[in-house]
């Protein structure tokens, strides 16, 4: 014992240092997402996880590099939160995540799985939105928008510069996204971004049409982005706009 502690050497300033580093990566990755990550870098999906986009309540989102020189984003669902506990009503009553144990950490997969799959069904769409590329686990790999090193900015950042054009995009995908039996369920100026047209993201609680509370989502959807591009000075009929996105 006593040449156990004799043999502990003084902690050095590199000690700290990295005893620091890891402190700030373990409050980004907890340990299952760190191994996770390494398993998806082993298997030669990515070469590096370049740098946080975005580090929100849920999710962060890091800009990635595949093997072949890809930029992607990378969105890692945070295991450690439990407001998805309470988000319980977006998986409830949704035939594809009826088998999910309520626990936050199946809960958390299942909103990574979910996001995966409505950014599967936008694609069939033909909404504007990322192409989902691989999911493992609670983490989401998808196409970068962006240019260069840089990510395209949302909508509540760079404003509108045609608001008439922008809101009939939007619109329409959203009509589209009906169409093929989903409602975003989080749309707003935050959850766009805009590239040469706008493009939707944040699907995680995204919700079929089948889902006894669709109907109150899309409403909600719809008036808040009829809500930000009336203030553009753009206005129209919540109700007519609800019944041409229902109509085939
Ligand atoms: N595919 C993407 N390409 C570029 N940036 C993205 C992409 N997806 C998300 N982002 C950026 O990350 C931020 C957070 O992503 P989001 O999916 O909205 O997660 P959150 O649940 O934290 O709101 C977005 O506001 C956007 O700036
Ligand atoms: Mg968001």
Known sequence: MARSISKRKKPSKDDFQLKERFKTESEVFDRQTLIVLSKIIKKGIL?????????GKEANVFRATTNDGTFVAVKIYKRETSPFARKDEYLYADPRFEKIKHNDREIVRAFARKEFKNLELCQKGGVHAPKPYYLIDNVLIMEFLGEGELPYPTLNVIKSENPEKD???????VKKMYKVGLVHADLSEYNIIMKEAPYLIDFGQGVITRHPSANHFLERDVITILKYFGKKGVRKDLAKVLEWIKQS
């Open 47 to 55: 070469q590096s996880v370049d740098y946080p986009i975005s580090t």
């Open 167 to 173: 809101l009939e995009l939007i619109l329409g995908d």
